[in-house]
């Protein structure tokens, strides 16, 4: 093992993965965070007007009812049922949890974290390209590049756990 730095390379290289790895946790973690902020915030309409809070909700940013998008969106708020909210919050919870066990794994450097990062962006990458080809801006952009580093990043770390395991074999 060479030193550089009074440092041996192998512990530096593990300090460097678990702040990259905690880094990516931060961002599981604040995206778990907004989903469950979503999730409990759909529970409040529930036994309400979902209709009359939309048009409050357009009153307050100042866009006109008559607007085919405010119309589009009043007509969908008035679809909304109990069962269609307390679904969404269900789905939101179970979205936000997989956020959360993701960045715990990942902040404590497990493999199963690596791989649910693996897999979850792998499973982002449609969309992102999607958005980017039919909205191309700067925030769809950054999204596709820092997923794509996730993702290349992720594979990387297993692949090279299965080599090292592979070399100590043999």
Do not use: C
């Not at 952009?141 to 820092?146: C, I, R, W």
């Amino acid at each position: 093992m060479s030193v550089a730095a009074g440092m041996p390379v192998a512990h530096k290289d593990h300090n460097s993965q678990l702040k990259v790895l905690r880094a990516v946790a931060s961002i599981e973690l604040v995206k778990g965070g907004i989903a469950l902020a979503a999730g409990i915030s759909v529970l409040f309409l529930v036994h309400r007007d979902a209709w009359e809070i939309a048009d409050r909700f357009l009153e307050i940013l100042h866009i006109s009812p008559d607007r085919h998008f405010a119309q589009m969106f009043l007509d969908w708020a008035d679809t909304l049922t109990p069962a269609k909210l307390w679904g969404a919050a269900a789905v939101a919870a179970g979205y936000s949890t997989l956020r959360f066990v993701e960045a715990y794994g990942l902040w404590k450097a497990r493999a199963w974290g690596e791989w649910i990062a693996l897999v979850s962006g792998i499973l982002y990458m449609p969309v992102t390209v999607f958005w980017l080809a039919h909205k191309p801006n700067p925030f769809h952009v950054v999204t596709l590049l820092v997923n794509l580093a996730i993702v290349i990043y992720m594979g990387y770390l297993l692949w090279a756990s299965r080599a090292a395991k592979g070399r100590q074999l043999t």
